[in-house]
């Protein structure tokens, strides 16, 4: 692991390597921010793979590793066949078009993934510990500007989306990536890699980050990572149960402090109930458990291959009206739900494809004990709960950028040989 900047961003190797990894760091960086800057660099990206395409250097292309990647998509042009609103399909086509290029790239670039992953991803966590403290020096000037008191910054003026308002990026997609980041440095801590001052304080930043955009959905894949994964990945014996008393008793730390303050524990905890409860006639808003009930009933009318692709918007926003559900029929709510998602649009057999991508994922990382594509995999999982994050775009680029990095990289993580 590079210790200096300078080592950090020296890549000894051919040109074209070279200008792969500045794309692949560049790509990286901008994952948070707007969506043209990621869209440039990766047509840069593929323009370049072409440019210097040599057929000896091309990895094979019909894998079950790339028939994983692009699943999402296949299943998409599958629902587009018998879809009521094409246009909607096709759109989405456009949207998720990513899950079929990157890795295609990836497959005719010859660049060793291997070789550069530690280095990507260090640079990847320390442009997002940069974004998150570029977020609370933003807060900070609105309340000067404001003539706000310094709580104002745990308020809910500046939490969740308030916080990642200046990006325009949804707080738990920031959160994702955010997360990734945080694992990563967490685990060359671990292993005793890089700068350690220069990894405890990224790692102090993201978690801060983590906590502010209060994404209730992305903090449970980290408990679930922190505390489990990481100790069982990357330690054995007296370690292993050292580091994990440690993340735990740090967990109900930060519980205790989300407890006591009044916002936090309204987002983390109140919210939480609120979403999984029935709905009432006296509520301005609608519970994410009733909606899902309204969405499920949808997918009682097509419960094989669905309803097509792009009609899962259309469709329930005439059930949310009919539920009463007017706040979420005004805004055109989806599922919030991807499991949900793929029952409406592409059916049992849609849901199946993605379990079975999930599956694919988890077993892949499960044998090589590859932490970071666990946890990865556990954010994945868990956000489906509660976002249909594969269709925006800045989820599609979280998905198939990661997920085709560590596939593609061939990782293997090894138990620390450390044991006190």
């Known amino acids: 692991m590079p210790a200096t900047s300078k080592k950090l961003f020296t890549v000894a190797d051919s040109p074209a390597n070279q200008l792969s990894f500045y794309h692949l760091a560049l790509l990286l960086l901008s994952l948070p921010y707007d969506r043209f800057y990621s869209h440039l660099i990766l047509i840069s990206f593929l323009l370049h793979t072409l440019v210097n395409l040599r057929k000896g250097e091309i990895k094979p292309v019909f894998t079950l590793s790339n028939l994983a990647l692009a699943s999402v998509f296949f299943v998409t042009v599958a629902g587009t066949l018998y879809s009521s609103n094409k246009p909607m399909a096709f759109n989405e086509w456009a949207k998720q078009i990513t899950l079929l290029l990157f890795p295609l790239a990836l497959c005719l670039n010859p660049i060793d993934l291997k070789k550069y992953r530690d280095k990507l991803l260090y640079i990847f966590a320390i442009g997002s510990a940069v974004t998150i403290l570029y977020l609370y020096l933003e807060a900070l000037r609105t309340i000067r500007f404001y003539h706000l008191p310094l709580s104002a910054l745990v308020s809910a003026d500046f939490t969740n989306h308030n916080f990642s308002g200046p990006l325009d990026i949804h707080a738990t997609f920031f959160s994702m990536q955010i997360a990734v980041a945080l694992v990563f440095l967490i685990s060359q801590l671990v292993k005793g890699n890089g700068s350690k001052i220069l990894n405890i304080v990224c790692c102090a930043i993201l978690s801060v980050g983590i906590i502010q955009l209060a994404s209730k959905s992305v903090f449970i894949a980290l408990l679930i990572i922190i505390n489990i994964c990481l100790p069982y990945f990357l330690l054995k014996g007296t370690a292993r149960w050292r580091f994990a008393a440690i993340t735990v008793s740090l967990s109900v730390l930060v519980f205790a402090g989300i407890y006591s303050l009044g916002n936090f524990k309204e987002r983390y905890i109140n919210d939480l109930k609120t979403d999984l409860s029935k709905a ?109 994050f594969l269709d925006v775009d800045k989820g599609i680029f979280f998905y198939a950028v990661f997920f085709s990095l560590f596939l593609f990289s061939e990782k293997e993580d090894t138990l620390s040989t450390t044991d006190k």
């Open 280 to 388: 009432k006639a006296d509520e301005l808003f609608d519970p994410r458990l009733a909606r899902w009930q309204v969405a499920l009933k949808l997918v009682g009318q097509a419960p094989i291959i669905g309803h097509g692709s792009g009609t899962e918007v259309g469709l329930l926003k005439q059930r949310f009206f009919e539920a009463r559900f007017y706040r979420s029929y005004l805004a055109g709510l989806n599922a919030h739900n991807q499991y949900i998602s793929f029952l409406i649009k592409t059916g049992i057999i849609g849901l199946l494809v993605y379990l079975a991508t999930l599956y694919f994922g988890f077993g892949r990382a499960l044998r090589r004990r590859d932490v970071l594509l666990l946890a990865f995999m556990v954010i994945v999982a868990t956000v489906s709960f509660s976002e249909n």
